[in-house]
Nanobody, 123 residues
């Protein structure tokens, strides 16, 4: 059973930066990919970024391209999301997820989810 715990959320002004981290445990070696999704109140869950756990591929949603960077440390079983040039529309709960396979962009491919961490960007 994979367990995920996010940290690093908080409040920041527009244009600022935040780094989210996710500590993973319990069989991450079996995962194909790990990802960040986010959900704002009243909105659907949105794909932010993913990374191949045993490879080098990275994937970004349109809202993250050019501003966010996903990275991992396999030895430490940690996943990170560096977020720069934050905008008020980035305000959401951000979730760390893990997937053994399937479409890397679809939330249904990810059976393992953390509790989420709130990111609030003020204008």
């Amino acid at each position: 059973q994979v367990r995920l715990e996010e940290s690093g959320g908080g409040s920041v002004q527009a244009g600022g930066s935040l780094t989210l981290s996710c500590a993973a445990s319990g069989g991450t070696f079996r995962m194909r990919s790990m990802a960040w999704f986010r959900q704002a109140p009243g909105n659907k869950r949105e794909f932010v970024a993913a990374i191949e756990w045993n490879g080098d591929g990275t994937y970004y949603g349109n809202s993250a391209k050019g501003r966010f960077a996903i990275s991992k440390d396999n030895a430490q079983s940690t996943l990170n999301l560096q977020m720069n040039s934050l905008k008020p529309e980035d305000t959401a709960v951000y979730y760390c997820t893990a997937s053994p396979g399937g479409n890397i962009y679809y939330d249904r491919s990810y059976p393992y989810w953390g509790q989420g961490t709130q990111v609030t960007v003020s204008s």
